[in-house]
């Protein structure tokens, strides 16, 4: 997670400064903006919602993007004390930032390990899936996504 984190600030540095945020603000901002992430990913999970969860980083579930996007906005109000405006202006700059590193780094295809292990999620996101698709093919999947942990050294 702190590539992510690093890479994403980097990126945004000079937006993020544009906005009046110093290095601390743009740091937060972008942590918070991963943890939102990670909020929705076990969220969908839990809910068996797979399709949805390939979606938020195909782009092709505008409804979860725009989920994540204002859940990020009020998380940066209620926890790092952002304004509105402000917190309106980075929920159009942050949450895409994250999805675009993702999708950089997994390619074209869905991968629940490599996702898992970008956000800095626990391993227990894995035993989240099988209880979601259930029984068989839930450890199938699980077992499957797990296979590519191996190219992050989990």
Known sequence: MNNLLK????????QLNGLGLDKDQGEESVKIGVDTFKDKVTE???GGKMDKLKGLFSGDSADVVESVKNNFSNNLQSKAGVSEGIAGKLKEIVPPMIMEFVNDKTGS????????SLLGMDS???D????????GLG?????KLSSVGSLFGK
């Open 7 to 14: 890479s994403v600030t980097e990126k945004l540095s000079g």
């Open 44 to 46: 969908l999970i839990s």
């Open 109 to 116: 295809d869905f991968d629940l390990s490599k996702i898992s």
């Open 124 to 126: 227990g996101i894995m």
């Open 128 to 135: 989240r899936v099988t209880d979601s698709v259930g029984g």
């Open 139 to 143: 450890d199938s999947v699980k077992g």
